[in-house]
């Protein structure tokens, strides 16, 4: 059969015979809210679960509010679920000035008005005070210490708040299984050291995508919401693969987090009933792909389909290369993978953590790389350079006989397969 995938802005295809295709990994997907405010509306009134916004503002008669929302780094529809609560809570009583929006930006860099503009939605951005989170500012508050000794540090605007809202998505994060609930809280409006004493834990037993039983990472976030810093009420939407939102969970944090992570494996998590010698995966095309930090997402997630000693072959464009300079200055050290997984475990660096993802895999398995990188740039990366099309069968079939098996995941940055 021919297969397809996105590289960049176009696609690319070529033949693999079916007797090689164990099968085409996909997400089974759902159909798209057809009225996304409306449905946020239902949700503020019944929750998925705990109690509804108004009795909980009954409850709190809260002087401050402070509504978290994500940064430009997720495709949230942000804009359509806050307008929303705002008009609730201004329904119930609460003013302008007693509301403030923090932008969760983690240790990611401020946005600017246009793009809080973007957001927000101008209404909103004009009548409201607006914040990007600083994860340096001087006056973070201490609101205790988390197991293993991590100060938990939040912005100021939200650990003063009598009550606290977050606006998210519940997708999945490379090693703190989910994002969405508890990441509003920390990393979202954390300090830095805060943040990377808990990213460390990304190499423990249980750390991983796609999994929150038993994450050291997640556990500790978790943690912070439910004995320091609590987050009163969540409005988490779940996107399909062309980013619609096909249904929201509201209500307590821990528990409709739980719910829209439920929702999000129902669609996005493909059970097979064996690794594959080869895998072939895109990330997905542009934007997806356009550096190796965006596209080895799908690198990680399509691993699980790949058994010890096979390949995956991965098709992105990388047009602007690395994606991150602590990623880059890493690659070009010009380490094995023993180094790079020595030196991480004993220097940690944000950024570096890709490199790391990297010797990992490629512990399991060779990465051929079909890019428009250069030879040397992806044998940095722990990658053998594609050249063509069509030297990419024959290989395998060297590597592994004729009869090679194989999984086909067009979206790779989506599709996370697990074992029956």
């Known amino acids: 059969m021919y297969t397809s995938f996105k590289y960049g802005k176009q696609e690319i295809s070529f033949k693999i015979k079916d ?36 009795k909980i503002v009954e409850k709190k008669k809260p002087g401050k509010i402070a509504i978290i929302v994500n940064d430009l780094t997720r495709s949230t529809p942000t804009a359509i679920m806050l307008s929303p609560v705002i008009e609730k809570l201004e329904y119930l009583g609460i003013s302008r000035e007693s509301i403030d929006i923090v932008i969760a930006t983690g240790t990611h860099r401020p946005m600017t ?34 197991s293993g000794g991590n100060d938990l540090k939040i912005n100021r605007i939200v650990a003063d708040a ?6 998210g998505e519940v997708l999945l994060h490379y090693y703190a299984g989910f994002a969405g609930g508890r990441k509003s809280i920390f990393p979202g409006v954390a300090g830095r050291e805060t943040i990377m004493k808990n990213h ?19 556990d500790q976030m978790i943690e912070a919401i439910t004995d320091f810093c609590p987050l009163h009420f969540i409005i988490n939407c779940i996107c399909n693969s062309h980013k619609e939102v ?12 739980q719910q829209g992570i439920e929702i999000f494996r129902q669609m996005n998590l493909v059970t097979i009933d064996k690794q594959a010698d080869v895998v072939f995966v895109s990330a997905g095309g542009f934007p997806k792909d356009i550096n190796m930090y965006q596209a080895h997402k799908a690198l990680e997630m399509s691993s699980r389909a ?7 072959v991965f098709f992105a464009e990388l047009s602007e290369g690395y994606g991150h300079p602590v990623f880059e200055q890493w690659a070009k050290k010009g ?21 790391y993802y990297l010797a990992k895999l490629n512990r399991k398995c060779q990465i051929y790389l079909y890019s428009s990188l ?15 099309l069509d030297e990419i069968i024959p290989c395998l079939v060297k590597r592994y006989g004729k009869n090679f098996s194989s999984w086909v995941i067009p979206q790779g940055g989506i599709v996370l397969p697990v074992m029956k």
């Not at 096909?246 to 987090?257: F, L, T, Y």
């Not at 790949?306 to 995956?312: D, F, L």
């Open 19 to 54: 007797s090689n295709i164990l099968g085409v990994l996909e997400p089974s997907g759902l159909m798209p809210l057809l009225d996304l405010e409306e449905e946020v509306r239902s949700r503020l009134e019944k929750p998925t679960s705990g109690a509804s916004l108004a």
């Open 113 to 146: 008005v246009e793009e809080i503009k973007s957001i927000t939605g101008e209404g909103i951005f004009e009548n409201y005070r607006v914040i990007n989170h600083d994860c340096d500012a001087s006056d973070l508050v201490k609101m205790g210490t988390l």
């Open 162 to 167: 009598d009550m606290r809202i977050a606006i």
């Open 200 to 218: 460390r834990m990304m190499t423990l037993p249980g750390a991983g995508i796609g999994n929150i039983s038993g994450n050291p990472v997640s």
């Open 246 to 257: 096909v249904d929201i969970v509201a209500g307590d944090a821990i528990e409709a987090w």
């Open 306 to 312: 790949v058994r010890e000693g096979g390949s995956i």
């Open 335 to 355: 380490l094995d993978r023993e180094e790079i997984i020595d030196l991480f475990d004993k220097d940690f660096r944000f950024g570096a953590h890709k490199m």
């Open 374 to 388: 250069s030879s040397q740039d992806s044998r940095k990366m722990l990658c053998s350079k594609v050249d063509s």
